[in-house]
T-cell receptor
Framework: GAGVSQSPSNKVTEKGKDVELRCDPI?????LYWYRQRLGQGLEFLIY????????KSGLPSDRFSAERTGGSVSTLTIQRTQQEDSAVYLC????????????FGQGTRLTVV | AQSVTQLDSHVSVSEGTPVLLRCNYS??????LFWYVQHPNKGLQLLLK??????LVKGINGFEAEFKKSETSFHLTKPSAHMSDAAEYFC?????????????FGTGTQLKVEL
């Protein structure tokens, strides 16, 4: 596609429910990143994929968070048993290769846990 | 480990006056550095990047930044602010320490431009 696509754009869920957030990176981009941006704060790194493997998942806040990437393309971030503190905008980005190449960001998924 | 410090959380300037957004970084290796801009309700957009070529980097919309290794700084400047520059700006560092390619974001600087 033309850019990084994320779905849904908005998600309201009840506390305790599981949610899945999807990221469709730019075709051919091997690196994919997930970030979280809480209201009024900077971007918090969650996990990074190179191909289908995740060399760095150090930013996942708890074992309720997991992510996978299949076929070197689409990635899914899953949050189990959501809590109110999970409310944030979840941003996905992709880049052509690791190193100095530019990361292109999606519009994000705004998650609200009520 | 890499890190980025944006020294000002908010900057306010008058239209037509210079802009300076400060950024200092820490990196174990030779880093790549970026500035991203985020307008309200819009996605992050790359303004410019430094990747070990020229130390003075020119970006979009008249912005530029200078990499100063001795000061570990990568400050963003623009000679004359425009109302449309009002946004949040993020300084970002990337290096390959540990074999990874994690982008580390600063906490952001909110730029306000007044008439």
């Amino acid at each position: 596609g033309a850019g990084v696509s994320q779905s849904p754009s908005n998600k309201v869920t009840e506390k305790g429910k599981d949610v899945e957030l999807r990221c469709d990176p730019i075709s051919g981009h091997t690196a994919l990143y997930w970030y979280r941006q809480r209201l009024g704060q900077g971007l918090e790194f969650l996990i990074y994929f190179q191909g289908n493997s995740a060399p760095d998942k150090s930013g996942l806040p708890s074992d309720r968070f997991s992510a996978e990437r299949t076929g070197g393309s689409v990635s899914t971030l899953t949050i189990q048993r959501t809590q109110q503190e999970d409310s944030a905008v979840y941003l996905c980005a992709s880049s052509l290769r690791e190193g100095e190449s530019e990361a292109f960001f999606g519009q994000g998924t705004r998650l609200t846990v009520v | 480990a890499q890190s980025v410090t944006q020294l000002d959380s908010h900057v306010s300037v008058s239209e037509g006056t210079p802009v300076l957004l400060r950024c200092n970084y820490s990196s174990s290796y030779s880093p790549s550095l970026f500035w991203y801009v985020q307008h309200p309700n819009k996605g992050l957009q790359l303004l410019l990047k430094y990747t070990s070529a020229a130390t003075l980097v020119k970006g979009i919309n008249g912005f530029e930044a200078e990499f100063k290794k001795s000061e570990t700084s990568f400050h963003l400047t623009k000679p004359s602010a425009h109302m449309s520059d009002a946004a949040e700006y993020f300084c970002v560092v990337s290096d390959r320490a540990g074999g990874g390619n994690k982008l580390t974001f600063g906490t952001g600087t909110q730029l306000k431009v007044e008439l």
